[in-house]
């Protein structure tokens, strides 16, 4: 099935929509959300990206990231997705949004108006393997070290909004 992305100007109002590769073809700014769940342990959620996605596959990832639909708003995209993805849903807060553009390989760009939220999981996890090669929780301690060491294992974005992320965590 073609997907298509929600085209936004700076201030999120929308200009129409594009078929998803062309989008990220052409590097224009799109609607995208970005979740970030942890445990109970307080270790967050990565998921690896199925080996036959268009564009970094098999890399490590937040739990979850994609677009929402015209018709959604950011925050039933992000349930959606936790569902199709993940095989789970869970509460949802909203922390922050901000734009980025990233490269991603292949002349590829992800340029984002991204919208990303918080939720705290524990059950078990059992990935769609369409869409995901494998979960795992890991300390922010470790994600760091491990991004530091090999960056090329983690999608380009998920290190960026890592780094925003971080910064918009309460002291």
Request: glycine fraction near 4%; proline fraction near 4%.
């Amino acid at each position: 099935m073609e997907q298509h992305v929600v085209l936004v100007n700076e201030q999120d109002e929308i200009l129409g929509t594009m078929e998803k590769q062309q989008a990220h073809v052409y590097g224009l700014l799109h609607r995208a959300f970005s979740v970030f769940l942890f445990n109970d342990q307080g270790q967050m959620l990565l998921q690896q990206r199925a080996e036959d996605k268009y564009h970094s596959p098999t890399q490590w990832t937040n739990a979850c990231c994609s677009h929402p639909r015209l018709d959604e708003t950011y925050l039933e995209a992000a349930h959606r997705r936790l569902q199709e993805e993940l095989n789970l849903d869970t509460e949802l807060t909203h922390l922050f949004s901000f734009k980025y553009k990233a490269d991603v390989g292949q002349d590829l760009w992800e340029h984002e108006l991204d919208h990303v939220f918080h939720g705290i999981y524990n059950d078990p996890i059992q990935g769609n393997p369409e869409e995901v090669m494998a979960t795992r929780w890991i300390s922010m301690q470790d994600l760091e070290a491990e991004i530091k060491e090999q960056p090329e294992n983690f999608t380009p974005w998920f290190r960026i909004i890592l780094d925003q992320y971080q910064k918009h965590l309460p002291a």
